[in-house]
C-alpha cells in the first residue's frame, strides 16, 4: 500500500515538473514516506532521517518531507524535533502535495472524508502489473494493529472510477492489476466485493487480477465462488490467520476461531483445488503460552501454506495489545519465530517441490536482474519462476514446465506460448 501512495506522489510531482533522481545529492526534494506497522520501520526512517541532515546543509534549497503513516501519529511533533523537516502529511493527504510544495512548512494530517472519491493519477515504474486502490482505512481495530488509527476509517471507492482505472491501464498494455485494500472481502460502494470482480473480469486486455488483503472473518461463499468462476481471478489467496489459538484470536479482536478459518481454507480448496495460500503471523502476542504457540504451529503443518510472512509482536502506542499485561520476552518471541520460519521453509520447499514436472502458465515480467539472458515472471498462485527466455517475452502469457523448484523461487522451460 505504501508502494503505491508513493507512486501517487511521483505522479502528483511529476505533473508538477519534477523528474525523479537515483541520488539523493541532487534532490531538490526528498520524501520520506513511512511505516508503522511494527517498530522495525520506524527505526530504519529515523536513521535514515538523521542521516539525510547534512545534506539539507549542502543545499539550502533542498525541501524535506515525511509522509505515511509515522507522519500522521507525530504530525507537527516531527518538525520541532526534526529542523531539517519542512512538510508532513498523513497517507489520507497525499492529494494535497502540489499545493504544500508552495508553502514554507506545512503539517497536514487531518481526515479526508472525500478520500474515495480524490482519484490521483499514478507514476508506475512497473509496464506489465499494477497496483489499483480499491478502498483505503480499515474498522477492524485489531487490537495489535495501528493502521485503523493512522489510515481512518474504511471507504470504498466507486466501481466506476476502479472501472476506468483499470481499462486505462490495460489500454497502456498492463496485463495484472493487484486490487489494494486492508480488508478488500469488506468493499462496498456500488457494489460488493463479488460484483466488483466481476466487472472487472470483464475488461479486455487484462489477464489477470489478483488482491491483498482478505479477512478471513469477511470472505464469502460468494467470493469463494467468484475465484472458481472468473477466469482472470489468479488462484492465489493472501490469508492472514495469525495465531493458531483461538485465545489469542479473541485477544486480537480478529473475529474468527482457528475452527472458522480451517473451515474456510477447507471450503476454497474444495472449489479451487489448486489454490495457493499463504499468510500472516505474528509471534509471542501478549499472554501467548507455550501452548498457544505449538498450536501456531500445529496450525502450519495442517494448513500447509505456500507461504508466509511471520513477525515478532511489536507494542505500538495507543494500541489496545500495548496496553496488555504479560508481555512476552524479546528472547522467547525470537525463538518462536525462528521455530515458525523454520517449519514453515521446509512445508514451503516440499509444496513447491510437488510443482516439478507440472506446466504452468507464467506472465513474464521483466527480464531477470541477476542473470542474463533469463526471463522472471510469475504462475497464477504468485510463484516466482526464472527461466531463459528473449526479453520480448515481457508482458506476454507463455506456458512453462517446472524443471526445478527452490524455497523462494521455481526455475523452468519455456514450452511453447499460452
Ligand atoms: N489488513 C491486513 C494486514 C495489514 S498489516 C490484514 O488484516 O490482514 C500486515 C501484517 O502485519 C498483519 O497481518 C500482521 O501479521 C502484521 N502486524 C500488524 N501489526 C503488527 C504488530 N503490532 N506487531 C507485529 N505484527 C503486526
Ligand atoms: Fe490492521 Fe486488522 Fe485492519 Fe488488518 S484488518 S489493517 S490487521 S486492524
Redesign the pocket.
Known amino acids: 500500500m505504501n508502494v503505491h501512495d508513493s507512486e501517487k506522489m511521483a505522479g502528483i510531482l511529476k505533473a508538477e515538473g519534477y523528474t525523479e533522481t537515483a541520488y539523493t545529492e541532487e534532490a531538490d526534494l526528498i520524501i520520506f514516506n513511512t511505516c508503522s506497522?511494527?517498530q522495525k520501520a520506524e527505526q530504519k526512517f529515523r536513521s535514515e532521517l538523521g542521516r539525510i541532515k547534512l545534506l539539507k546543509i549542502k543545499n539550502p534549497l533542498l525541501k524535506i518531507a515525511v509522509a505515511g503513516c509515522i507522519a500522521q501519529q507525530k504530525g507537527r511533533d516531527i518538525l520541532k524535533r526534526n529542523p531539517q523537516v519542512d512538510y508532513v502529511f498523513g497517507p489520507q493527504n497525499v492529494h494535497k502535495l502540489s499545493s504544500m510544495l508552495t508553502a514554507d512548512t506545512m503539517v497536514c494530517i487531518e481526515d479526508n472524508p472525500e478520500i474515495q472519491h480524490t482519484d490521483i493519477p499514478a507514476e508506475r515504474k512497473d509496464n506489465v502489473k499494477a497496483w489499483v486502490s480499491i478502498m483505503y482505512g480499515?474498522n477492524?481495530f485489531?487490537s495489535?494493529?495501528?493502521?485503523p488509527y493512522t489510515r481512518g476509517r474504511e471507504k470504498s471507492r466507486p466501481s466506476e472510477n476502479i472501472y476506468k482505472e483499470i481499462h486505462e491501464l490495460s489500454e497502456n498494455g498492463f496485463k495484472e492489476v493487484t486490487l489494494l485494500g486492508?480488508?478488500v472481502n469488506s468493499y462496498d460502494s456500488d457494489t460488493n466485493f463479488a460484483g466488483l470482480l466481476r466487472k472487472i473480469n470483464a475488461i479486455t486486455g487484462i489477464e489477470r487480477i489478483r488482491f491483498v488483503?482478505s479477512?478471513p472473518r469477511d470472505l464469502s461463499d460468494e467470493l469463494i465462488l467468484c475465484i472458481k468462476e472468473l477466469p482472470k481471478i489468479c488462484g492465489h489467496i493472501h490469508l492472514?490467520l495469525?495465531s493458531g489459538s483461538s485465545r489469542i484470536l479473541k485477544l486480537m479482536n480478529r473475529g474468527y476461531t482457528y475452527e472458522d478459518y480451517l473451515e474456510k481454507v477447507g471450503k476454497l480448496k474444495e472449489c479451487v483445488p489448486d489454490i495457493a495460500i499463504t499468510t500472516?503471523?505474528?509471534a509471542g502476542f501478549p499472554s501467548e503460552t507455550d501452548n498457544d504457540h505449538s498450536l501456531t504451529i500445529e496450525a502450519l503443518k495442517r494448513i500447509e501454506f505456500d507461504g508466509i510472512?511471520a513477525?515478532?509482536?511489536?507494542?505500538?502506542p495507543g494500541t489496545k495489545a500495548a496496553e496488555m499485561d504479560d508481555k512476552i520476552s524479546e528472547k522467547i518471541k525470537s525463538l518462536r519465530l525462528y521455530e515458525i520460519l523454520g517449519y514453515q521453509d521446509d512445508i514451503t520447499l516440499r509444496k513447491n517441490k510437488e510443482l516439478e514436472g507440472s506446466l504452468q502458465e507464467v506472465l513474464v515480467e521483466g527480464v531477470s536482474k541477476t542473470n542474463n539472458g533469463k526471463i522472471t515472471g510469475r504462475t497464477r498462485t504468485n510463484k516466482i519462476i526464472n527461466l531463459e527466455g528473449d526479453a520480448a517475452l515481457v508482458g506476454r502469457l507463455i506456458n512453462v514446465e517446472i524443471r526445478k523448484a527452490l524455497r523462494h523461487s521455481l526455475e523452468g522451460r519455456l514450452t511453447n506460448q499460452a
Do not use: L
Request: hydrophobic share 30%; aromatic share 16%; proline share 8%.
Open positions: 506497522i511494527r480499515c477492524n485489531c495489535y494493529c495501528i493502521v486492508q480488508n488483503t479477512h492472514p495469525q500472516d503471523i505474528i510472512f513477525f515478532k509482536f511489536s507494542p505500538r
